[in-house]
């Protein structure tokens, strides 16, 4: 019983905290679920990566997508809403969030949406892992990487790109251009495609 009282008042403080983070980030969150969701859907219509997705659905990744950032919590406001570049010190800080994101995230999770708890820890966990390795919690390369962290990487990579004051005055262009760049380098090269073929469709 002590145990799961415990349990349910760290569920309470992680949930409580969430609800603290900057609204600029829970809007950039919903629009990464967006282009998350397009791009899985975008996916499946091309039957590419069917055995990786086979225990996938689209409720799962719009969640996953949802609760990416969760771990922010663990971050301390003065480096979350800083304007100016961040320190090499203040950078390595940010990332734990991706390191203790995943549990954090599931804890967001309803009861009835438990079922869909791997998909969101492995989105929150590693949506900063890149294909050829640099990433991190963990530097996984390649198919190492669960396909829906490398979807949630480039639509969360694309809605800062856009979204973000600081980069490039929110150009569409200069987003595409970059996942372009980076197709193979940070982002999965057939996913990154089909994003481009989802930008291109939507202007």
Known sequence: MMQRLKQNNVQEIFKRLYLNLPKELYIHQGLTAKYACVLFVKMCSARMYVQEARELTIEAVRLGALYHDAGKILIP????????????????????HAEFGGDIAVCMLKEEQKKYENT?????????????????????RREEIPLEARICCIADSYD???????????????????????????????????FLECIKEES
């Open 77 to 96: 406001g003065e480096i979350l809403c800083k304007k100016a570049p961040l320190t090499q010190k203040e950078w390595s800080i940010t990332h734990c």
């Open 120 to 140: 969101v820890w492995a989105m929150a966990e590693y949506h900063h892992e890149f294909w050829d390795g640099s990433g991190y919690p963990d530097g996984l």
């Open 160 to 194: 800062k790109m856009v979204n973000d004051a600081g980069n490039h005055n929110g150009s569409k262009e200069y987003a595409c251009a970059e996942i372009a760049k980076n197709a193979g380098a940070r982002f999965d090269p057939l996913l990154a495609g089909l």
